[in-house]
């Protein structure tokens, strides 16, 4: 199984790049993340939102692998505690398909995109710079990933 993350944004700052690969870099192996970055859409000229957001997402789709199961991140998405997270990435592992998580832009997700995604997720209900949460996505990949197999990293 490949973790991949889709994310909107690039040239991120170098503390949102460090806290990325501390925890990208903790990963086994069989469960590597990869990440990878979209350009955002150019705003200037006045584009709406909407074109925006659906700009990007031809390029999102175009980041995903073939036939991946499609986790999209945002703040109205469905709460998931760490402990749903492992038992999630146990059963992801144990059927083998891909699994891409899909940040995206300061505009957020195009709505078809996300009507469309296999589950919306959030991981707090405050909304948050879309660099902090790919960092805070790899240390809960990586948490829930060290509960499925009893790693001291998570104490209960
Ligand atoms: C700056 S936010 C976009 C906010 C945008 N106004 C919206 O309504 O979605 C950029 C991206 O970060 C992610 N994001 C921000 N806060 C989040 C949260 N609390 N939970 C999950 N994803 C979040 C989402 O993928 C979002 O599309």
Redesign the pocket.
């Known amino acids: 199984m490949q973790l991949v993350i889709a994310a909107v944004g690039h040239k991120m700052p170098g503390w949102i790049e460090d806290g990325f690969a501390e925890y990208a870099k903790r990963m086994p192996p069989e469960c590597r993340i990869q990440l990878r970055e979209i350009k955002p859409v150019d705003r200037s000229g006045g584009r709406s939102a909407e074109t925006v957001m659906a700009q990007e997402r031809t390029k999102i789709e175009a980041a995903v692998p073939k036939g991946a199961r499609v986790i999209a991140?945002?703040?109205r998405?469905k709460d998931l505690s760490t402990m749903q997270l492992a038992q999630l990435l146990t059963q992801w592992q144990q059927d083998g398909r891909d699994v891409t998580f899909?940040?995206?832009?300061?505009?957020?997700?195009d709505p078809g995109f996300k009507a469309n995604a296999d589950m919306l997720?959030?991981?707090?209900?405050?909304?948050?710079?879309?660099g902090m949460?790919r960092v805070l996505l790899a240390e809960q990949l990586y948490r829930a990933w060290s509960i499925t197999q009893n790693h001291p990293y998570h104490r209960v």
């Open positions: 991140l945002d703040e998405g899909v940040i995206g832009g300061a505009d957020g997700l997720v959030r991981v707090s209900s405050l909304t948050l710079p879309h949460v």
